[in-house]
């Protein structure tokens, strides 16, 4: 869901987009709860299959944004060499008077579930690409 979602806000933008879990089962192609709530935004997965996050792919990364503090956590851990790219979703964005809050894990949660995390990712949305922005121009 944030690839798509992220996909979208960047269009127009020079950014390339792409992502991968620390706990991924690779090869599985994007729930039909997130298919249906990104559908209705405009956004396909059409050809999306998840991956596990390796070694090249956070060299090749200017930033790395995590749902979780456990997901950044975990990339602190298994990849310290490049802890300085990592940032929360939400740490550019102010939701329920806090920043830095934890993207919802909709999984197995329902529907309304997925469509509260779609309206976090739509949310901070804006605080990413206002700081990669900034972070290209400098």
Do not use: W
Not at 35 to 53: C, P, W, Y
Not at 84 to 100: M, P, Q, R, S
């Amino acid at each position: 869901m944030a690839e798509g979602i992220f996909r979208k806000a960047a269009e127009g933008t020079d950014f390339e987009v792409s992502s991968a879990g620390v706990a991924a089962q690779p090869g599985s192609s994007a729930s039909p709860e997130t298919v249906t709530v990104l559908k209705e935004q405009g956004i396909a997965l059409d050809n999306f299959r998840s991956r596990m996050v390796d070694r090249a792919m956070l060299e090749e990364a200017e930033a790395v944004f995590c749902m979780t503090e456990g997901h950044l956590e975990m990339l602190e851990m298994m990849h310290p060499e490049h802890e300085e790219k990592y940032h929360l979703a939400c740490d550019f964005v102010e939701i329920n008077g806090t920043v830095g809050v934890d993207v919802p894990d909709p999984i197995g949660m329902g529907r309304p579930a997925y469509e509260m995390t779609s309206k976090v990712l739509n949310a901070a949305m804006g605080g990413i690409l206002g700081y990669l922005e900034t972070r290209s121009s400098s």
